[in-house]
């Protein structure tokens, strides 16, 4: 068989079952453009190790090229019997350069170092786009949160109404966790930058290969310290898979929202036609699929990150053929991601909010209770009697069903004395809103300010 990597002690080829179980090609493939760049830079160690002469090193590297643009082309592609990305290339290559130099090439190199590298160096670019993607919903964020200022809602905990905020600072909570998420891609990315290669199959390469000098070809910042650490350990799979499922989760939080508030009880904002669904039967119907899709597709990042983790915690070392199993769950996350984290952009970037509506609630539920006991405190009053004073308005208000505001000078004072008329400068919205001015609150100087530090930390991620 020809793209069999192994054969030599065995008298029967694999069993029917024995190789479909085996085979990896149908998910592997997408590293055959670093599997080939990879060899490129082994082909040059073999060459500096004095194992490979000029001509052939030329023929090698020509074939090589050749073969990288068929890949790219689709012009070769695995056979049936090719088990993995590995064996489907060395037979590409010997089909190109012939047995003798192509032959050459696997000397000092096993597929668990290839592998390993490989499977890093696909995820480096991976997660540089994964970020980009992320930092594409950030903008969206940040630009809704610059064209609406001034706009108040409701703030809740408990999903209870709780105290007025700006629309803006809602929005932009939900921009610094996917910054977060960035950083920690980016931080990901250190541990991720050490290369495998030359570590073997676990013990270290005999033949003077520089595992340094590939490292360096392959854009690492080293080479690792420990062969059977390096063939061996999925930590930077898991830690990626970790991040992914993360924004999975912090886009899953904010689509929550979106499904909440484009309800008709809410009815604080309209989804654009171009993000949402019809129904094939309620002709009225206009669905926030991307959001729920959203939701959906963050509890599978989840399981992908769980499932990677439970093929990990028991493999003793070095490699196991269990590690095959590492890639799916990662590469199914990047592809999910890679579907929703433009459909999230656009949903965010075209919402349309009903800025009137959400102003018109943001009183209701007497959320302006904490600025009369926050209003006393500041007149002298202790915390805990201000806190029943202002209980006190609000049951007044309740019984004669109206607003905190609605109340008049007498009622007030009838709650407590120290109520004078002057606390009707915090029961506004806006009043309230722009009494909470230190770092971090939702005063319109504060937010304004975050906004320009979202901005930049988007800016040099
Ligand atoms: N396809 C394997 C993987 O993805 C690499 C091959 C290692 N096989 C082996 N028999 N050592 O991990």
Known sequence: NEGALWGGRFESGPAAAMAALSKSTHFDWVLAPYD?????????????????????????????????????????????????????????????VGPEVGGRLRAGRSRNDQVATLFRMWLRDAVRRVAAGVLGVVDALATQAAAHPAAVMPGKTHLQAAQPVLLAHHLLAHAHPLLRDVQRLVDFDRRAAISPYGSGALAGSSLGLNPDAIAAELKFDSAADNS??????????????????????DLSRMAEEVIIW????????????????????????????????????SGRLIGNLTGLLATLKAQPLAYN??????????????????????????????????????????????????????????????FRVAHEAAGGC????????????DLTDEELAAVDPALTPAVREVLTV???????????????????????GVRESARVL
Do not use: C
């Open 394 to 405: 609000v049951r007044a208000a309740e019984a004669r069903g109206v607003g905190l505001e």
């Open 228 to 249: 059977i650490d390096a063939t061996s350990s999925r930590d930077f799979a898991a830690e990626a898979a970790f991040v992914l499922a993360m924004i999975g989760v």
């Open 430 to 452: 806006e009043g309230s809103i722009s009494s909470r001015n230190a770092r971090g609150g939702t005063a319109g100087v504060q937010v304004a300010r975050q906004l320009d």
């Open 36 to 96: 080939v760049r990879a060899s490129k830079a082994h082909a040059k160690v073999l060459h500096a190790a004095g194992l490979l002469g000029d001509a052939d090193l030329a023929t090698m590297l020509e074939g090589l090229e050749r073969l990288g643009a068929d890949v790219a082309s689709g012009a070769f592609v695995p056979a049936d019997s090719d088990e993995d990305v590995h064996g489907a290339l060395e037979r590409g290559l010997i089909e190109r």
């Open 262 to 297: 484009s309800t008709p009880e809410f009815g604080y904002i309209t989804l654009a036609d171009a993000w949402s669904t019809g129904s094939s039967i309620m002709p009225q119907k206009k669905n926030p699929d991307v959001s729920e899709l959203t939701r959906g597709k």
């Open 321 to 382: 053929r269990d590690l095959q199993e590492d890639k799916e769950p990662v590469f199914d996350s990047v592809a999910q991601l890679e579907l929703l984290l433009p459909a999230i952009t656009g949903l965010v970037a075209t919402l349309e909010f009903h800025t009137e509506r959400m102003a018109e609630l943001a009183p209701a539920g007497f959320t302006l209770a904490t600025d009369i006991a926050e209003w006393m405190v500041r007149q002298g009053v202790p």
